[in-house]
Structures are given as C-alpha cells and as structure tokens.
C-alpha cells in the first residue's frame, strides 16, 4: 500500500475569505482524484492582515513546528505572498527538503523576491488596462467601467493599481469602484 501524502496549505489571510476556501477544496479535490497515494491535507492561516509583523510570525512558526513535530509533511502549499514570504524564510527549519508550491503572488511581488528554491507556482498577473481593453472589444459602446475589489490589503493595493493604471480612460468613459 502506497504511503498517505501530507500536504500543508498556508494562506497569507484568515479561514473565511471564500477566495480562499474555494482554493482549498480545489486543491484538495484535484490532489485526491490525480494522487495514487492517499493524500492528507492540513490547512493553516497566517491572518497576516490582522496579526503583521514578527512577534505573529514567530509564535507562527512555533505553532507549525510543535502542531507538525510528528507528521512528515511532504509538500508545502504558499497561497498568497505573505504566506510565500512566511515559508521562503521557515521552510529549512519548519520542513527541511520539501518542495513548495505557490499561488495568488503577483507578477510584480515575484519580480521583487524570485522564487524560492525547489519551487514552483503560479504567479498572479493583474493586468486592469489589458483587462479593459479587451472588454472594450467586446462591448465597443461602454460608457462605464465598474472595478469592484474587497476590503484586504491585498485588494486595496489592486485597487489603488487600477485607478491609476485606469485614469487614462476616464475622459471617455464613467469609472466606478466598489472597494471594501
């Protein structure tokens, strides 16, 4: 019998953003149907927006290190880049020689940091006048452009992104943002 797999999710904000859990059972679905092997997955959260700074991150990775002392993680999941940041930094002493994978990081926050050894991900690109050009093709008679982003700090920053990436449009067309 194949060994069960243990996988650890850590995500950057707290358990019940839905972007979050709808990556969670993703994952877990597409690891459980696609892997010969059992796979267990545990999920951990850094509410990095709520808790920042070292102190948290400190009692963090004591956390990680006791709650996992006796289960050998095989593969770390970062979603999100205070989580990369997070594991980046701890991976060696947390989780020595495992791979990591990683998602929701920008293109721009990679460009800064590079990717971490023994890694692999998919990086966020967030595009606003791409994104508006193309819905311009498809609706060439637009009068108004709605940019709807949450209330995180990683949605304020795509937010602040968007207006100025945006204002060059604002001459031809009504721009609307629904934040927070």
Do not use: C
């Amino acid at each position: 019998a194949a060994e069960t797999k243990h996988v650890l999710m850590l995500f950057s904000n707290d358990s019940l953003l839905p972007a979050g859990n709808a990556v969670a059972w993703s994952f877990q679905r597409t690891l459980e149907t696609e892997s010969p092997e059992g796979v267990e997955i545990f999920t951990e959260f850094l509410d990095a927006d709520r808790f920042p700074g070292p102190a948290h991150e400190t009692r963090m990775e004591s956390l990680l290190r006791d709650k996992y002392a006796s289960i050998p993680i095989d593969l770390a999941i970062a979603a999100g880049p205070q989580a990369l940041t997070f594991l980046s930094e701890r991976r060696a002493s947390l989780f020595p020689g495992i791979p990591l994978v990683f998602a929701g990081v920008s293109e721009r926050g990679m460009e800064q940091r590079g990717a971490p050894p023994n890694s692999t991900g998919v990086v966020s690109r967030f595009d606003p006048v791409r994104t508006l050009e193309l819905a311009l093709q498809l609706q060439p008679d637009a009068r108004q452009v709605v940019v709807v982003t949450g209330a995180s700090t990683f949605d304020q920053e795509w937010d602040a992104v968007a207006r100025e990436e945006l204002a060059p449009y604002a001459d031809r067309l009504q721009m609307i943002h629904l934040s927070g």
